[in-house]
């Protein structure tokens, strides 16, 4: 049984001055309990504590909340707006106009780069995309997985096949961090959302020329619809503080099978997939540039 610091019809609240925090087993079982509750986990640490990748995509899809007890109050760990206790749960501080003074402070240590891909599968191997997307990038299978951090189970697809988790955690060289979530749809198909996280330091070369082929090399073990490729400024070491550090944007989209070239929408063949680069992963409006590539492709045929 989980142990929360406070509890109330709105919040289960985690109080924790570790210096690294993952989707631990005891976060990721209140976020169970408090799925479809109307209940929300807040997990509340200090200014100078660190969350891993996973525990942030969980906190990016508001499934938990990270907040951050500074020396001027607290405040949202992955927004800076400033955030008071109700009573009942943290919630934004109405009257402030800018954001938590520690939010701005900037990154501790020297950033690098997180290099980020997002795909869905309808497929009934768990763990295959993983496997695939890590090899293909890294030329290593992942090195474990677990059902919540830390890692304690060494990387072998059989035992994901013979009893496959609902959420996995995967970790791999590079370094990188992976998160499958499965869901089961009336017909009895099982769908597969994953989103790995490759970490690159300051100034070490990336493989944004080489992507179209190592997608497709993916690809041809595990069939996908699409698959979105981001970068951010990140810490080499796959965590992340609650401070700003910069923006996410696109570097491209993978489509399975050939779309039809369109104006304003340059893309290359590669094998089993189309690709389709953002134009300057610098700038922020790119992401403007994908939703308008999102909506020319679903209102084209796939050839």
């Not at 929408?265 to 994908?290: Q, R």
Request: negative net charge; hydrophobic residues 40%; contains cysteine.
């Amino acid at each position: 049984m989980t142990t929360f610091d406070a509890v109330t019809d709105r919040a289960l609240v985690v109080l924790s001055d570790r210096p690294v925090i993952g989707l631990t087993s005891d976060l990721a079982e209140a976020e169970s309990t408090c799925t479809g509750s109307g209940r929300i986990v807040q997990l509340v640490t200090s200014p100078h504590s660190r969350i891993t990748t996973v525990l942030r995509l969980l906190v990016t899809a508001n499934k938990i909340e990270w907040i951050v007890r500074d020396t001027d109050g607290y405040y949202a760990a992955l927004t800076g707006h400033p955030m008071h206790w109700d009573g009942t749960a943290f919630v934004p501080l109405s009257s402030a106009t800018d954001y938590a003074p520690g939010f701005v402070k900037g990154p501790a240590s020297p950033l690098g780069t997180h290099l980020t891909l997002t795909l869905r599968t309808d497929s009934s191997a768990p763990g295959a995309a993983v496997e695939a997307l890590t090899r293909a990038m890294t030329g290593a299978n992942p090195t474990g997985w677990d059902t919540s951090e830390p890692i304690a189970h060494p990387w072998n697809l059989a035992d994901l096949y013979a009893d496959p988790p609902t959420r996995m955690v995967a970790v791999g060289p590079g370094p990188s961090l992976a998160l499958s979530e499965r869901t089961s749809a009336h017909n009895g198909t099982a769908t597969e959302n994953t989103t790995i996280t490759f970490a690159f330091a300051l100034n070490a070369p990336q493989p944004h020329r080489h992507l179209p082929a190592i997608l497709a090399a993916a690809a041809t073990e595990v069939p996908f619809t699409s698959l979105l490729v981001h970068q951010s400024p990140g810490r080499p070491d796959l965590t992340v503080e609650p401070r700003w550090s910069g923006t996410s944007t696109p570097v491209g989209l993978a489509i399975t099978g050939f779309r039809p070239p369109a104006p304003d929408f340059p893309s290359a063949a590669a094998g089993p997939i189309t690709w389709y680069p953002l134009g300057d992963t610098t700038t922020p409006a790119t992401w403007h540039h994908y939703h308008r590539l999102l909506h020319h492709l679903q209102h084209q045929p796939e050839h």
